[in-house]
Protein backbone atom coordinates (compact mmCIF):
# COMPACT_ATOMS: atom_id res chain seq x y z
CA UNK A 1 0.00 0.00 0.00
CA UNK A 2 1.38 2.89 -1.03
CA UNK A 3 1.10 6.58 1.26
CA UNK A 4 -0.71 9.49 0.40
CA UNK A 5 2.20 11.28 -0.14
CA UNK A 6 3.60 8.90 -2.61
CA UNK A 7 -0.07 8.42 -4.43
CA UNK A 8 0.10 10.35 -8.27
CA UNK A 9 -2.28 13.94 -7.76
CA UNK A 10 -3.64 14.24 -10.85
CA UNK A 11 -7.92 13.58 -11.13
CA UNK A 12 -9.20 10.60 -11.58
CA UNK A 13 -12.36 10.38 -14.25
CA UNK A 14 -15.10 8.04 -15.22
CA UNK A 15 -18.92 8.11 -16.22
CA UNK A 16 -18.58 11.49 -16.85
CA UNK A 17 -17.39 12.27 -13.19
CA UNK A 18 -14.23 14.13 -12.08
CA UNK A 19 -12.66 12.99 -8.55
CA UNK A 20 -9.98 15.41 -8.01
CA UNK A 21 -8.65 17.02 -4.25
CA UNK A 22 -10.17 19.92 -2.94
CA UNK A 23 -9.20 23.29 -3.44
CA UNK A 24 -9.91 26.82 -1.75
CA UNK A 25 -12.28 27.32 -4.43
CA UNK A 26 -15.02 24.65 -3.46
CA UNK A 27 -16.04 26.24 -0.72
CA UNK A 28 -19.38 27.13 -1.85
CA UNK A 29 -20.11 23.42 -1.83
CA UNK A 30 -18.52 22.50 0.99
CA UNK A 31 -20.60 25.46 2.87
CA UNK A 32 -23.62 23.90 1.14
CA UNK A 33 -22.95 20.42 1.91
CA UNK A 34 -22.33 21.04 5.43
CA UNK A 35 -25.80 22.73 6.10
CA UNK A 36 -27.24 19.88 4.09
CA UNK A 37 -29.95 18.14 6.57
CA UNK A 38 -28.97 14.98 4.83
CA UNK A 39 -25.63 15.17 4.81
CA UNK A 40 -26.05 16.23 8.36
CA UNK A 41 -28.59 13.36 9.33
CA UNK A 42 -26.36 10.73 8.14
CA UNK A 43 -22.95 11.59 8.20
CA UNK A 44 -20.99 12.22 11.89
CA UNK A 45 -19.17 14.88 12.65
CA UNK A 46 -20.20 17.16 9.88
CA UNK A 47 -19.87 21.32 11.71
CA UNK A 48 -21.40 23.20 9.40
CA UNK A 49 -19.14 25.99 8.35
CA UNK A 50 -20.70 29.61 9.56
CA UNK A 51 -20.03 30.95 6.13
CA UNK A 52 -18.12 30.44 2.99
CA UNK A 53 -15.26 32.15 4.33
CA UNK A 54 -14.70 29.89 7.13
CA UNK A 55 -15.96 26.48 4.75
CA UNK A 56 -12.56 28.02 2.60
CA UNK A 57 -10.36 28.79 5.27
CA UNK A 58 -11.18 24.60 6.56
CA UNK A 59 -10.33 23.56 2.58
CA UNK A 60 -6.84 25.28 3.04
CA UNK A 61 -6.24 23.46 6.62
CA UNK A 62 -7.59 20.23 6.54
CA UNK A 63 -7.88 18.12 3.53
CA UNK A 64 -4.28 19.24 2.97
CA UNK A 65 -2.63 17.90 6.68
CA UNK A 66 -4.80 15.15 6.52
CA UNK A 67 -3.76 13.93 3.41
CA UNK A 68 0.47 14.85 4.18
CA UNK A 69 -0.13 12.81 7.14
CA UNK A 70 -1.85 10.06 5.41
CA UNK A 71 -4.88 9.94 7.37
CA UNK A 72 -7.38 10.35 4.91
CA UNK A 73 -8.19 12.19 1.55
CA UNK A 74 -10.78 14.12 0.53
CA UNK A 75 -11.92 14.74 -2.89
CA UNK A 76 -14.08 17.03 -4.41
CA UNK A 77 -16.76 15.10 -7.13
CA UNK A 78 -17.72 17.47 -10.37
CA UNK A 79 -19.20 17.26 -13.78
CA UNK A 80 -16.47 16.63 -16.48
CA UNK A 81 -18.57 18.09 -18.93
CA UNK A 82 -19.40 21.18 -17.11
CA UNK A 83 -16.86 21.28 -14.16
CA UNK A 84 -19.83 22.24 -11.73
CA UNK A 85 -19.08 20.82 -8.19
CA UNK A 86 -21.77 17.88 -7.56
CA UNK A 87 -20.09 16.68 -4.15
CA UNK A 88 -17.96 15.54 -1.74
CA UNK A 89 -16.01 11.91 -1.56
CA UNK A 90 -13.43 10.84 1.39
CA UNK A 91 -11.58 7.81 2.49
CA UNK A 92 -10.99 7.92 5.99
CA UNK A 93 -9.29 5.91 9.18
CA UNK A 94 -7.10 4.83 6.56
CA UNK A 95 -4.90 1.89 8.12
CA UNK A 96 -2.15 0.91 6.43
CA UNK A 97 -1.26 -2.29 8.01
CA UNK A 98 -4.65 -3.49 7.29
CA UNK A 99 -4.74 -2.27 3.89
CA UNK A 100 -7.89 -0.76 4.29
CA UNK A 101 -9.59 2.62 4.86
CA UNK A 102 -13.52 3.95 5.31
CA UNK A 103 -15.32 5.45 2.48
CA UNK A 104 -18.00 8.39 2.63
CA UNK A 105 -19.94 10.17 -0.38
CA UNK A 106 -22.80 12.75 -0.43
CA UNK A 107 -24.11 14.54 -3.43
CA UNK A 108 -25.66 18.04 -3.12
CA UNK A 109 -29.65 17.92 -3.34
CA UNK A 110 -30.44 18.66 -7.02
CA UNK A 111 -27.62 15.95 -7.76
CA UNK A 112 -28.84 13.15 -5.50
CA UNK A 113 -29.59 10.44 -8.43
CA UNK A 114 -28.85 6.46 -8.68
CA UNK A 115 -26.58 6.88 -11.77
CA UNK A 116 -24.09 9.85 -10.24
CA UNK A 117 -24.05 8.33 -6.54
CA UNK A 118 -22.96 5.15 -8.24
CA UNK A 119 -20.84 6.47 -10.92
CA UNK A 120 -19.12 8.70 -7.53
CA UNK A 121 -18.44 5.93 -4.97
CA UNK A 122 -17.15 3.58 -7.63
CA UNK A 123 -14.52 6.57 -8.83
CA UNK A 124 -13.44 6.70 -4.57
CA UNK A 125 -13.29 2.92 -4.42
CA UNK A 126 -11.36 2.47 -7.99
CA UNK A 127 -8.63 5.18 -6.49
CA UNK A 128 -8.48 3.38 -3.53
CA UNK A 129 -7.57 0.47 -5.07
CA UNK A 130 -5.77 1.70 -8.47
CA UNK A 131 -3.74 4.44 -6.54
CA UNK A 132 -3.46 4.04 -2.83
CA UNK A 133 -3.38 -0.14 -2.92
CA UNK A 134 -6.37 -1.03 -0.50
CA UNK A 135 -7.36 -4.57 -0.14
CA UNK A 136 -10.91 -3.46 1.30
CA UNK A 137 -13.01 -0.26 1.81
CA UNK A 138 -15.54 -0.33 4.29
CA UNK A 139 -18.68 1.86 4.53
CA UNK A 140 -20.97 2.41 7.09
CA UNK A 141 -24.77 3.37 6.61
CA UNK A 142 -27.80 4.24 9.09
CA UNK A 143 -29.97 1.02 8.62
CA UNK A 144 -32.66 4.14 8.06
CA UNK A 145 -30.89 5.16 4.83
CA UNK A 146 -31.72 2.54 2.35
CA UNK A 147 -30.83 4.87 -0.85
CA UNK A 148 -26.80 4.78 0.62
CA UNK A 149 -27.49 1.01 1.01
CA UNK A 150 -28.38 0.62 -2.03
CA UNK A 151 -25.62 2.48 -3.76
CA UNK A 152 -22.90 0.81 -2.42
CA UNK A 153 -25.08 -3.04 -3.66
CA UNK A 154 -25.38 -2.09 -6.75
CA UNK A 155 -21.37 -1.22 -7.22
CA UNK A 156 -20.50 -4.42 -5.54
CA UNK A 157 -20.43 -3.97 -1.65
CA UNK A 158 -21.28 -6.83 0.52
CA UNK A 159 -23.09 -6.61 3.84
CA UNK A 160 -21.00 -7.70 6.75
CA UNK A 161 -22.98 -6.62 9.53
CA UNK A 162 -25.24 -4.46 11.80
CA UNK A 163 -23.96 -2.20 14.46
CA UNK A 164 -26.88 -0.67 16.73
CA UNK A 165 -26.30 2.86 17.98
CA UNK A 166 -22.83 3.22 15.96
CA UNK A 167 -23.39 6.81 15.53
CA UNK A 168 -24.63 10.25 16.52
CA UNK A 169 -26.32 12.21 13.64
CA UNK A 170 -24.62 15.53 13.29
CA UNK A 171 -28.14 17.64 12.92
CA UNK A 172 -30.54 15.89 15.73
CA UNK A 173 -27.76 13.96 18.17
CA UNK A 174 -30.21 10.86 17.49
CA UNK A 175 -28.18 7.59 17.67
CA UNK A 176 -28.17 5.59 14.47
CA UNK A 177 -27.86 1.86 14.03
CA UNK A 178 -25.99 1.03 11.12
CA UNK A 179 -25.58 -1.75 8.30
CA UNK A 180 -21.75 -2.29 8.12
CA UNK A 181 -21.28 -3.33 3.67
CA UNK A 182 -17.67 -4.31 2.44
CA UNK A 183 -15.74 -4.17 -0.94
CA UNK A 184 -12.28 -6.03 -2.31
CA UNK A 185 -11.29 -4.91 -5.51
CA UNK A 186 -12.45 -8.16 -7.45
CA UNK A 187 -16.34 -7.07 -6.40
CA UNK A 188 -15.99 -3.59 -8.03
CA UNK A 189 -18.78 -3.11 -10.39
Keep these: MLTLAEVRDEPMTADGLVLRRPRTGDAALVHRGTHDPLVREF ?10 AAAEQW ?6 MLWETGRAAYFAVESADTGEALGWAELVNLDPEQECAEVAVWLLPE ?5 TAKAALRLVCR ?3 E ?4 RRIDAFAAADNMPSQLTGAAIGFRRAGYRPALFRSSR ?10 TLVPEDLC
Design 43 to 52: LQAVVPHRDA
Design 59 to 64: LADVPP
Design 111 to 115: HRRLR
Design 127 to 129: FGF
Design 131 to 134: RIGL
Design 172 to 181: THRLHDAVHA
